[in-house]
């Protein structure tokens, strides 16, 4: 074998398996068996780059290995599709913009170090020291890799589908940039110089010029696409903690309201109870009835079936059922919080809101009058609290769900938990069951289950 081919599996090895960690850690898990992806990842790059790629174009062959990589990414993992695009284009980004920009760097030190050892200006690169200088390029990778692995926790953390398109076209448009000037540079279409007077000396600077403006270019290119990816990633930070301070502000509101009601009530009670008894006395019990309905309403009464166990939940079903009731949404709940429940209220109330806020948004555009119903049950299950919620929906498949920023407010605390999600969807039915461990040391599924 030779030895050139040798140093490139080496290096592009080291950059494989430096590559799975990072999705490991940022994508849910494999959807195949890890040393076929491995195995696919080494034949793409040899079959597509490897000694010119069969003399196709160089533009070609960058547009044919970005398409497979990305398909490669929806095959082998389990997440959310513009997730993996995105995360598919980070890494594809990092490695065009550092692998370019080792290879210039290294190519210019070569043929410097020629001219200064051996006496001569290269004309061109040998064969077997552009593959070695492509193999080396990829330690770069590795180590910005690397470090990327251990800062992106903020940026891949689950956003709304449209934060992965908006970015992930960016990198798109950045990464195409820099491809179009490598093909340039391929082609000859770069800096040139008339410095050395004869043609090889031409060639020589030319070759020196090409490769630091490529270096300048991709370390642009690369402080463009990081700068944007990091902006867009504060804006949605800054919005998501604007959004739930809002959603505090308008909890306690409402927790706030109540009680004022009820305290009103409570002042109130001593007249009630003289008034009461004197349509009593008269045995006016229709306007007594009459009566004690205005009171329940007014203090947020006649909500037995959501005595729950915790009084924010308690405030925030009632809340949720008599939106319900205007929309002419059929209502059934039967909800218990453990009285040991490690799950912080506030959290409880972000998976109960949004996702009844959901469901009877949905069920307020069905026409047909039996879909449009909200059902939701919660108990404890060994160790673990199981919510489980059906709604109609103009659903056909899980496909059709369109995940907002509530959706991902669930999701996030589901993870918080280390809890487990399953949606399905049938006969316009939507059904997700929730299950969150309650664990005070940590959140251990395999443990608490």
Request: net charge positive; with cysteine; glycine share 6%.
């Amino acid at each position: 074998m030779r030895g050139d081919l040798i140093v490139f599996l080496f290096f592009y090895m080291g950059y494989i398996l430096s590559l799975c960690k990072f999705c490991e850690k940022y994508l849910n898990r494999f959807q195949m068996n890890k040393k076929i992806f491995i195995i696919l990842l080494l034949v793409m790059e040899i079959g597509v780059n490897f000694d010119g790629g069969a003399g196709a174009p160089y533009i070609l062959r960058a547009m044919i290995s970005h398409i497979l990589f990305v398909s490669l990414f929806f095959i082998a993992f389990s997440d959310y599709v513009m997730k993996k695009v995105f995360v598919a284009m980070i890494v594809i980004a990092t490695k065009t913009f550092v692998w370019n920009f080792g290879c210039s760097l290294f190519s210019c030190i070569a043929l410097i170090c020629s001219d200064l050892f051996a006496g001569r200006q290269a004309a061109y690169m040998d064969l077997w020291l552009d593959v070695i200088i492509g193999a080396v390029a990829y330690f770069p990778v590795i180590l910005v890799q690397n470090c990327l692995r251990k800062r992106l926790d903020s940026v891949l953390e689950s956003k709304i589908r449209s934060w992965y398109l908006m970015t992930s076209a960016f990198l798109i448009g950045i990464v195409a940039v820099v491809d179009i000037v490598n093909w340039g540079a391929s082609n000859g279409i770069m800096v040139v110089s008339n410095a050395g007077g004869t043609a090889q000396g031409d060639v020589y600077y030319n070759q020196i010029f090409s490769h630091i403006s490529i270096c300048l270019l991709t370390v642009l290119a690369a402080c463009m696409a990081g700068g944007f990816v990091f902006f867009m990633n504060k804006v949605y930070v800054e919005q998501r903690q604007k959004e739930q301070y809002n959603a505090q502000i308008g909890f306690w509101q409402m927790l706030n309201e109540q009680h004022m009601q009820m305290e009103r009530l409570r002042h109130d009670m001593k007249n009630h109870v003289l008034a009461l008894y004197g349509l009593w006395e008269k045995k006016e019990f229709d306007k007594v009835g009459n009566y004690l309905q205005k009171m329940m309403e007014k203090g947020n009464i006649g909500c037995e079936d959501e005595v729950t166990g915790n009084r924010a939940v308690d405030a925030l079903l009632y809340n949720k059922r008599k939106k319900a009731e205007e929309l002419s949404v059929r209502w059934m709940a039967d909800i218990q919080i453990p009285e040991k429940c490690m799950i912080d209220e506030f959290d409880l109330c972000v998976l109960f809101g949004n996702l009844l806020d959901n469901a009877i948004k949905a069920c307020a555009e069905m026409a047909d009058e039996k879909y449009r119903f909200v059902e939701i049950q919660s108990q404890q299950v060994k160790r673990c609290l199981l919510l489980v919620m059906k709604n109609g929906a103009a659903l056909k498949n899980t496909k059709e769900i369109r995940q907002g920023i509530g959706f991902f407010n669930v999701s996030e605390t589901i993870r918080k938990y280390d809890g487990t999600v399953s949606i399905k969807v049938e006969n316009q039915v939507f059904e997700i069951s929730v299950l969150i461990p309650m664990n005070d040391n940590g959140y251990n599924m395999k443990k608490t289950v």
